[in-house]
């Protein structure tokens, strides 16, 4: 039976700033900016009280590159996004965690690309509660 | 929720595989990571476009799988 979730979280204002996302490039966890035209990242400006990403950005979080998510994204995502119908900031930063260590044995270990039998075999997708302060 | 709701967590309840994995403790602090967004680009549009939208159930497929 589906579980439904009764509360739903607005978003926070983000805390990201092009310096920090400069940090996160000089530690090889995002692309290089490079174009100016089609830059790979974008802080948010400072009226985006929630996400407006341009036509062609997403949404991604600091702490998910940090968990692993590769930057060109891999098609393994993709196919997460589209067997859970969510989109990317849906996700967890353990949720990134656990994909990228699946990821990393299925090419190191076993020598193949991710497996996607093997993935829904030992996985299974859980919707995070945040914890709901008493009332009164 | 808006950001963060799927988790995605190896099968090891009673009813999938008893003590079949050794339980590891995820040490990282996570606080605040959801203030931390950005915009990134979409390579080839590989990845849903971004529509805000709220997962407010657990579709039963998210259990499931091959067995």
Request: proline share 8%; with cysteine.
């Amino acid at each position: 039976m589906p579980v439904r979730l009764i509360a739903a979280d607005d978003w926070r204002p983000s805390s990201m700033t092009e310096h920090r996302l400069l940090e996160l490039e000089r530690e090889g966890l995002l692309r290089s900016r490079v174009s100016s035209l089609r830059p790979e990242w974008i802080a948010p400006a400072a009226d985006h009280r929630e996400p407006r990403p341009p036509k062609g950005y997403v949404v991604s979080f600091a702490k998910f590159h940090c968990h692993g998510l590769g930057s060109p994204l891999r098609c393994f995502m993709r196919a997460l996004c589209h067997h859970y119908g969510v989109e990317l900031q849906h996700f967890s930063p353990n949720a990134i965690t656990a994909a990228t260590v699946f990821a990393a044995v299925c090419e190191g270990y076993l020598g193949m690309m991710p497996h996607w039998d093997l993935w829904l075999h030992l996985y299974r997708g859980e919707l995070f509660h945040a914890p709901v302060e008493p009332q009164g | 929720m808006r950001a963060g709701c799927l988790n995605l967590v190896l099968k090891t309840g009673k009813a999938e595989k008893p003590r079949e994995y050794i339980p590891v403790g995820l040490t990282s602090n996570h606080a605040g990571w959801d203030s931390q967004w950005f915009y990134l680009w979409n390579d080839d549009d590989l990845l849903p476009a971004y529509t805000g939208r709220l997962i407010l159930e657990h579709p039963d497929h998210w259990r499931y799988g091959v067995v």
